[in-house]
T-cell receptor
């Protein structure tokens, strides 16, 4: 079965530190990849997505992610985090051919200390 | 704003009682989804719908049923709620014209089963 694995469950950083959150998926076919963010008490919002083309994807709020097909990875990065980035981050994958069913990773809680 | 409304937003119920959660969209999209969110599990797909009266099971469908009698409404029913169904439930929709499979999420419904 298709699965998504996020390696870091809880990350604590100081403001201005760099961030990298790992995401690996198990499906070997063509996939679309997503990072969603959930701020405290809110619903999920899209940070960025990979569909095709340039494997380095830029999203909102200075986030970016790189799709490395050979490693089945889609890691999220931000060069300098802010206190307002405190949230839970979810990686998700869907097969390009299916009915849009997103498979989510377990989530990573990011806490940024001011 | 993705035009998704979930109701109720909060509900406390007792074991063995039936519960229905409603998802209403104003976008007229075919695809609608119900996910549950639990700590350490991310979001898991319960059921989804690809049109009126067309539904299918997700990865955690046991104990849940759904109905879609109108394009705009997707109902999730717990016939006899159990404590293991205490969770936050998210409805999502997909833009039929978008090939990437991006989902837009509602605000969530927090269900507590005592």
């Amino acid at each position: 079965a298709q699965s998504v694995s996020q390696h870091n469950h809880h990350v604590i950083l100081s403001e201005a530190a760099s961030l990298e959150l790992g995401c690996n998926y198990s499906y070997g076919g063509t996939v679309n990849l997503f990072w969603y963010v959930q701020y405290p008490g809110q619903h999920l919002q899209l940070l960025l997505k990979y569909f095709s083309g340039d494997p380095l994807v830029k999203g909102i709020k200075g986030f970016e992610a790189e799709f490395i097909k050979s490693k089945f990875s889609f890691n999220l990065r931000k060069p300098s985090v802010q206190w307002s980035d405190t949230a839970e981050y979810f990686c998700a994958v869907t097969r390009s051919s299916n009915t849009g069913k997103l498979i989510f990773g377990q989530g990573t809680t990011l806490q940024v200390k001011p | 704003d993705a035009g998704i409304t979930q109701s109720p937003r909060h509900k406390v119920t007792e074991t063995g009682t039936p519960v229905t959660l409603r998802c209403h969209q104003t976008e007229n999209h075919r695809y609608m989804y119900w996910y549950r969110q639990d700590p350490g599990h991310g979001l898991r797909l319960i059921h989804y719908s690809y049109g009126v009266k067309d539904t299918d099971k997700g990865e955690v469908s046991d104990g849940y049923s759904v109905s879609r009698s109108k394009t705009e409404d997707f109902l999730l029913t717990l016939e006899s709620a159990t404590s293991s169904q205490t969770s936050v439930y998210f409805c999502a929709i997909r833009d039929d014209r978008d090939p990437t499979g991006e989902l837009f999420f509602g605000e969530g419904s927090r269900l507590t089963v005592l």
